[in-house]
């Protein structure tokens, strides 16, 4: 895809297609929470289409727009950028960040715990202070160290 960088109103726009799997200016329009005008919409859509992340098709009067790729393949990009220039490079940080600013509930705790257990050629969480005796003490948002 062309530039990776979506504005708010992009990212409401491209989140309605994935919705809907398709859509026409008027059907993306039905879509949005906000009362935009046909004509914003429209011009949404083809700042999106150069990008690269829309394409179109004539659909009898109208076109219908089709996302180019799909919301975890474009949300890639998006988080990169969000990593290198919010986070200074750091997953680790943005990830502390979702669990510190939200409520997690204790499944989504669990599904964050098996997933980190899964990744592959790397131990689960609770796996290294096991083997080497230690515990996690925090230091800084976002960040561990271990006690002795």
Same mark, same amino acid.
């Given at each position: 895809?062309?530039?990776?960088?979506?504005?708010?109103?992009?990212?409401? +726009?491209?989140?309605?297609?994935?919705?809907?799997?398709?859509?026409?200016?008027?059907?993306?329009?039905?879509?949005?929470?906000?009362?935009?005008?046909?004509?914003? +919409?429209?011009? +949404?859509?083809?700042?999106?289409?150069?990008?690269?992340? +829309?394409?179109?098709?004539?659909?009898?009067?109208?076109?219908?727009f089709y996302p180019r790729a799909e919301a975890q393949e474009a949300a890639t990009g998006l988080l990169d950028r969000i990593v290198d220039k919010v986070y200074q490079g750091s997953p680790v940080r943005l990830v502390a960040h979702l669990v510190e600013e939200r409520a997690l509930t204790a499944e989504e705790v669990g599904e964050l715990t098996a997933l980190l257990e899964r990744l592959p050629g790397r131990a689960g969480p609770g796996d290294r202070r096991r083997r080497r005796g230690r515990r996690p003490t925090k230091s800084t948002p976002g960040e561990t160290r271990e006690e002795e």
């Amino acid at each position: 895809m062309g530039e990776s960088h979506l504005t708010p109103r992009e990212l409401d +726009v491209i989140g309605a297609l994935w919705r809907r799997g398709s859509g026409t200016v008027a059907e993306v329009l039905e879509e949005l929470d906000e009362d935009l005008a046909y004509t914003t +919409v429209l011009t +949404v859509l083809r700042g999106l289409e150069q990008k690269g992340f +829309v394409r179109h098709e004539r659909d009898g009067r109208a076109h219908r727009f089709y996302p180019r790729a799909e919301a975890q393949e474009a949300a890639t990009g998006l988080l990169d950028r969000i990593v290198d220039k919010v986070y200074q490079g750091s997953p680790v940080r943005l990830v502390a960040h979702l669990v510190e600013e939200r409520a997690l509930t204790a499944e989504e705790v669990g599904e964050l715990t098996a997933l980190l257990e899964r990744l592959p050629g790397r131990a689960g969480p609770g796996d290294r202070r096991r083997r080497r005796g230690r515990r996690p003490t925090k230091s800084t948002p976002g960040e561990t160290r271990e006690e002795e």
